[in-house]
C-alpha cells in the first residue's frame, strides 16, 4: 500500500489523526487581524468589517496575510461566527470600537422569523474566500474552517451583542425552553450546512467555538452546549466521515472531559484556565490545542520563553497543537509572534 507522509502533507493534519508532531503545529486564534498592519490597511479600505467578511478577494488577502510573515502551520478563513445569524436573517452590525450589534431575538415569533432556508446563499463569499485562498496555499499549509456553537451564537442573538454573563440568553433557556430549543436546532442545522460547505470548498479541518460555553452550570451545559455540538458533529460527519473536528469549549473546566468524551470531536482546544495536568490527562484520548495567555503574549519576554518551553515539555510528547487559549489582542508585538513561532519550531525555549 502506498503511504503518504503525513508531515510532508500537513503536520496539523498529522497530529489531528493522533498522531505526535515534533515540533508540534503551530497556529493562533484570530491570527488575522488588527495586530497586523496590512490588516489594518486593508480594512480601512471597507467601510465595515462584515463587508470585509463578504468580499472573497479581500477576506482571502488578509486570511493569508499572516502566513506571509510567520510559519504558521494553518491559515483560518476570514469571516466570523456571527455571519450566521446574518445569514438568517437578522440584523447584525459592527460598531467601531463597540463590538458586534444585532437586533435581539427574545421570543417565539422572531425566531420563527429566522430564514434558515435563504442562509447558504448569504454564506457563498465564505466559500469563495476558501477557495481563493487554497489556490495559493502550500500543500503542507492546513485551511481551517469555522462557526461558533449553537450556543455561543445563540447567547450573541439573544442578547443582542456581547455580554458579561450571558444573562438574557439563559434567562429565555430557562423560561422557555421549547423557543431557545428551535434556535438551538436551528443553528445547529445551519452551521453544520456551513461546515460542510466550508470543506467541500477545501477546507481540510474545522473547528467549532464555543466562546461562551463557561456561562453554564452542569446541565445546562450539556443541554445546550454538549448536545447541540454533538448534533452538529454528527451531522457533519454524516457526510464527511473524516473531516477533522476541533471543539473549543472555552472555560468548560472539569465539564471539558465529558464535552470531549460525548460530542466526537477529534481535538479540544483548551482555554488560559485549564491547568496543563488535566490538558495531559485529556491528551490521552485526544489531541489538545493551546492554551498559551494572549496577554504573555504582549509582555513577552524571559516569562514568555519560559512558559512556551514548558508547554512544549509537559504535551509536546503526545499529540498537541501550540496555540494561544484565546484569540490574539490586538496590542501584540510582531516580534513576541515571531519569537513564539521560532520558539515552538525550533523544539525547545
Ligand atoms: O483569524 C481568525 O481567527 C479568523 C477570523 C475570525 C474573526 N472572528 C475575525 C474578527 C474568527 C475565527 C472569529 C471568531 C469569533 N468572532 C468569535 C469566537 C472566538 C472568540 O474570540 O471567542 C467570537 C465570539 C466572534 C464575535 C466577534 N467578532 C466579536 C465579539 C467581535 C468584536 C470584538 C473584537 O475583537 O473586535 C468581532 C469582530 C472581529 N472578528 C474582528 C476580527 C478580525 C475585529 C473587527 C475589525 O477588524 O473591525
Redesign the pocket.
Known amino acids: 500500500m502506498l503511504r503518504v507522509p503525513f508531515s510532508s502533507v500537513s503536520p496539523l493534519l498529522k497530529v489531528l489523526a493522533g498522531q505526535t508532531a515534533s515540533p508540534p503545529p503551530i497556529w493562533l486564534?484570530?491570527?488575522?487581524?488588527?495586530y497586523l498592519p496590512e490588516?489594518r490597511q486593508v480594512?480601512s479600505k471597507v467601510s465595515s468589517?462584515l463587508d470585509l467578511c463578504r468580499t472573497p478577494d479581500l477576506a482571502a488577502e488578509v486570511t493569508l496575510q499572516p502566513l506571509r510573515r510567520f510559519a504558521f502551520d494553518a491559515a483560518?478563513?476570514?469571516?466570523?461566527?456571527?455571519i450566521v445569524p446574518y445569514a438568517l436573517g437578522q440584523k447584525v452590525e459592527?460598531v467601531?470600537g463597540e463590538?458586534?450589534k444585532l437586533e435581539p431575538v427574545r421570543d417565539a415569533k422572531s425566531v420563527a422569523a429566522l430564514e434558515g432556508s435563504s442562509a447558504v446563499k448569504a454564506l457563498a463569499p465564505v466559500y469563495e474566500t476558501i477557495e481563493h485562498v487554497i489556490a495559493e496555499l502550500p500543500k503542507s499549509v492546513a485551511l481551517i474552517g469555522?462557526c461558533?456553537a449553537p450556543w455561543?451564537v445563540a447567547t450573541?442573538m439573544v442578547e443582542g451583542g456581547?455580554s458579561k454573563d450571558q444573562a438574557e440568553a439563559r434567562l429565555l433557556a430557562y423560561r422557555q425552553p421549547d423557543t431557545f430549543q428551535r434556535l438551538v436546532d436551528l443553528l445547529v442545522d445551519v452551521s453544520a450546512n456551513h461546515l460542510v460547505s466550508q470543506a467541500k470548498a477545501g477546507a481540510s479541518v474545522l473547528q467549532i467555538?464555543d466562546?461562551w460555553a463557561g456561562s453554564l452550570p452542569e446541565d445546562e451545559f450539556e443541554r445546550w452546549c454538549t448536545n447541540p455540538t454533538k448534533k452538529l458533529v454528527g451531522q457533519v460527519k454524516a457526510i464527511l466521515p473524516t473531516i477533522p473536528i476541533i471543539g473549543f469549549p472555552?472555560g468548560a473546566g472539569l465539564l471539558a472531559e465529558r464535552y470531549a468524551r460525548e460530542t466526537g470531536i477529534d481535538a479540544i482546544g483548551c482555554d488560559t484556565s485549564m491547568p496543563v495536568g488535566w490538558m495531559q490527562r485529556l491528551q490521552v484520548h485526544l489531541p489538545v490545542q493551546g492554551n498559551l495567555d494572549p496577554l504573555l503574549l504582549v509582555a513577552g519576554g524571559e516569562a514568555l520563553d519560559i512558559r512556551v518551553g514548558a508547554l512544549l515539555e509537559t504535551l509536546g510528547q503526545q499529540p498537541f497543537i501550540f496555540n494561544l487559549g484565546?484569540?490574539i489582542l490586538p496590542e501584540t508585538p510582531l516580534e513576541h509572534v515571531s519569537r513564539l513561532v521560532n520558539l515552538v519550531k525550533a523544539g525547545a525555549a
Do not use: E, K, N
Request: charged content about 20%; overall charge positive; cysteine-free.
Open positions: 486564534m484570530r491570527q488575522a487581524g488588527r490588516y480594512r468589517f483560518i478563513v476570514f469571516s466570523d461566527i456571527l459592527f467601531d463590538g458586534p469555522f461558533g455561543t450573541y456581547g467555538f466562546s472555552r484565546h484569540g
